[in-house]
């Protein structure tokens, strides 16, 4: 078993995420919770309409938060797969949300076109020979991604090992490609490292089948740190040029704790499912949803709870 298991990205506003990702694009919200490593920090996950590994892209919600920079070292775009007669269908839709786009162009044989997201995360609608199944219907997977290194051949190397084999080289890009999707390299060697922040790809995650292969990789390689993450295991590793990888098993999956997926703010088992976590969190509607008002004002609410309150 090889191929993406999920993306996840760092945004700056939950609802025009929302908005561009479920609204624009068609994608599930498959699931909502509170952050593993920091409960205060809301983690969504969109994708097809069951959670299928492959279709998942995260995104841990940093509200309000300072942008950050995309460099060598970091995933610099995804890729989502989409039918090839519908790349015209795509273009109209974006011109008529006002969205800034490149293209189409050919990459590899394939009309691509690009856009970007509310944080200016570049998207990939890449044609393919996959089923039609109408007008409109969300990106059916991802199609690959994009990383940028400063040692393209190491990271190749690195990668073979969880399956992905060199395909081709176009125009400075190395493309690896698994039974499922692809990843490109592009060689960024001189150009500024990534900064950690909104509006940046935080990793890729590759699937594994179970846990018994994450243990079987924390053997071989180094520097590794596993967690549960409920849904998954997951293995973290960077490899030669910086890039954090992740590895995740494909189980339990999204329905392990809900069988509506995504319509109820999960909280993680190790911690305290308290009413003022769920204030605290961003709010947001999904499309088509009556919003909450809210006044634009030109300062940013936050909650402070001091180490010795004492109830006022």
Request: hydrophobic share 40%; glycine share 12%.
């Amino acid at each position: 078993m090889s191929g993406l298991h999920h993306v996840t990205a760092i945004t700056r506003d939950v609802q025009a995420n929302v908005d561009f990702w479920m609204g624009f694009l068609g994608l599930s919200l498959v699931k909502q919770t509170a952050g593993f490593e920091d409960a205060e920090q809301l983690h969504l996950f969109y994708g097809d309409a069951t959670g299928t590994p492959g279709s998942l892209v995260s995104f841990l919600v940093w509200q309000d938060g300072a942008p950050g920079r995309v460099g060598h070292g970091q995933v610099a775009e995804i890729a989502l797969a989409v039918p090839r007669a519908r790349i015209g269908d795509w273009l109209t839709r974006a011109m008529q949300h006002g969205l800034r786009i490149e293209g189409p162009v050919r990459e590899f044989g394939a009309p691509v076109l690009r856009l970007r997201d509310p944080d200016g995360i570049i998207v990939k609608l890449v044609g393919g020979d996959i089923p039609d199944v109408g007008w409109p219907a969300a990106p059916a997977r991802m199609q690959g991604v994009t990383l940028w290194s400063h040692d393209a051949p190491a990271t190749a190397a690195f990668l073979a090992r969880f399956g992905y084999a060199p395909q081709g080289t176009e125009g400075g890009v190395t493309r690896l490609a698994s039974d499922a999707d692809v990843i490109d390299i592009r060689d960024a060697g001189g150009f500024v490292p990534g900064i950690p922040g909104t509006g940046v790809i935080d990793h890729v995650a590759l699937r594994v089948p179970d846990v018994e292969a994450i243990d079987a990789h924390r053997a071989a390689l180094t520097d590794v740190t596993v967690h549960d993450r409920l849904y998954f295991t997951s293995l973290y590793v960077r490899d030669p040029a910086g890039i954090l990888i992740e590895l995740a098993t494909d189980g339990p999956g999204m329905a392990v704790d809900e069988d509506d997926l995504g319509r109820t703010l999960k909280v993680p088992p190790h911690m305290t499912d308290s009413t003022d976590l769920r204030l605290r969190l961003p709010q947001f509607a999904r499309p088509g949803e009556e919003r909450t008002p809210m006044r634009d004002l030109p300062f940013i609410h936050r909650i402070h709870t001091p180490d010795d309150a004492d109830g006022r």
